[in-house]
């Protein structure tokens, strides 16, 4: 986006609402987005169009798109698990369409019971279905290589592993692919490693973002290693809720306020404004009063005289 | 040390205790320490030589630091604020004397109502002190600089005045000066731009350390950026319990657990084993019941197949 180095992607709308058991009410969420909006957050992945019955938080993922799309230079991204949930995304007229596929496929199969050839046959068909689409109405496709960084079930995966399914994810149709660290096993040589890996086989193009857990209070550091290789999309969740809740034991995103001012801090433009951050965390503490907010910059607040650059 | 690429520098005892409003026993301590360096952690600050009046929770600093000189292998810190300090240290046999020179000086007026000048008139004194041991009972005298990102009362510190007082404690007499986030304020480029120019005007050998804290929860995100750099020693607080009492808003030490994993993962050596350290946090667990410990790796264990290089 013009006049920003890094975007921060908000996903607390569908990665922290989805691993909390309260239902935050509609109305809410349309405050949240707006509140994040009028703070300069460029993109917020606002749902997942999966079952109702799987995921009840996520129910109105349709009407909360289709709000999220009134708002202008708002970059709109939904997570769809299947051509299904592509089709309502389309629908909705959602600017970017991402569909996780885990690289460890024992947790892929028990995630949502696919193997890799099932589910980069549909990644296939939903690379079909947005080609069908007029030109200027094209979402963006991109695949998220989930437990990139290892899995809480298999343990270690090979890089190898993840630069074969990140081919063969652009090989099926996506325009570009993210790094996800599921279970916060990343560590900073690894994460510069891994990116340098998937560019020499895809194109730095096609690679420019990161989904980070903060698990094992790595986030940031992750972060760090993830901008000074040149990745320029950041995914981050207000107050840091949520993880994955199909990967046991892992849990906790990065808190979208301390990524804030770390970037901020480090001289590169988010175009967010930290005070209305701050008033769109406080959205989410009134709709969501029993769950627990994390990050340690609005408690301390920021450095005595700091601005942004 | 040998065989490590990292030393962390344990801080608990001294800036985790003096924070906290329980004074924890001195058989704990003992504990504490015991547990730590079977552990392996190389080097451990077991308090300072203040008043008791000043500092009830340290006051027995000179039978803690008598009993770390007993363990084999471990090098012995302490702080001193004062000549009269160092005095005791020497008495102590300790390794390492940190002297902590605010470089906002109406910080050190608030903290030690001392002025730069006066504060280096004191290291001078120190110093000469320690040239009249013998060479081989000769404590590291480090000069500490607080504030060295930002000042909570000052607010932006120019980074000449940081260099220009790292100057002035070497030919004090200082053997090496330590970078210190007393406020939480630092960013990583700040950190590695700082780290260049001390470098350049003192040359690397004096200057191997930092004291990073985790107020805006940037800590490992600057841990990373000065091994980046190169620096080899890092404070840290087991529990992340501490923070600076004089600098108001400032609170949270880097987790020492945290750290250690961030390192180890990165192939870094610390020498430290993590089971072991987990029982060392165990034993401050059950003499500060009332305390709360951070750490995100202790409640997440280690990555399924994790093993240090």
């Known amino acids: 986006m013009e006049g920003i180095d890094i975007e921060v992607s908000e996903v607390g709308l ?3 609402l989805q691993s909390i058991n309260q239902i935050m009410p509609t109305e809410a969420k349309k405050r949240w987005i707006s509140a994040l909006a009028a703070a300069g957050v460029p993109e917020i992945e606002v749902g997942s169009f999966v079952p109702a019955r799987i995921l009840p938080q996520l129910a109105d993922t349709m009407e909360i798109a289709q709000y999220a799309r009134t708002i202008e230079g708002l970059n709109v ?10 089709e309502q995304a389309i629908k909705a007229r959602v600017h970017k369409l991402t569909i996780p596929l885990s690289v ?28 069908r689409l007029p030109v200027d109405e094209r979402p963006i496709l991109e695949g998220a290589l989930s437990t990139a960084f290892g899995c809480t079930i298999e343990g270690t995966i090979p890089e190898d592993r ?27 040589v690894q994460v510069k490693r891994l990116i340098g890996k998937v560019w020499a086989a895809i194109g730095r193009e096609h690679l420019k973002g990161i989904h980070l857990h903060n698990t094992r209070g790595q986030g940031l550091a992750n972060v760090l290693a993830s901008v000074e290789m040149g990745l320029t999309t950041i ?7 949520g ?33 209305a ?30 601005c942004s650059r």
């Open 162 to 188: 993840v630069v074969e399914i990140a081919v063969a994810l652009m090989e099926a149709g996506c325009d570009e692919v993210g790094l996800s660290d599921t279970t916060g096993y990343a560590n900073p």
């Open 277 to 306: 951050l701050m008033a769109a965390r406080n959205v989410v503490a009134t709709a969501l009063p029993d769950v627990e907010l994390y990050g340690f910059t609005p408690d301390a607040g920021l450095p005595l005289g700091f």
């Open 14 to 16: 569908r990665d922290g």
């Open 104 to 131: 460890s496929e024992t947790h892929s199969l028990r995630n949502v019971n696919r193997t890799h050839l099932q589910m980069l046959e549909e990644v296939g068909h939903i690379a079909q279905l947005i080609k």
């Open 235 to 241: 995914d981050s969740s207000m107050g840091g809720i």
């Open 77 to 86: 991204a939904v997570l769809v698990p299947n051509l299904k949930g592509a």
């Open 243 to 275: 993880g994955c809740p199909s990967a046991p034991g892992a849990s906790g995103n990065i808190v979208t306020e301390d990524l804030v001012f770390l970037l901020e801090a480090m001289g590169l433009k988010t175009g967010i404004d930290f005070d």
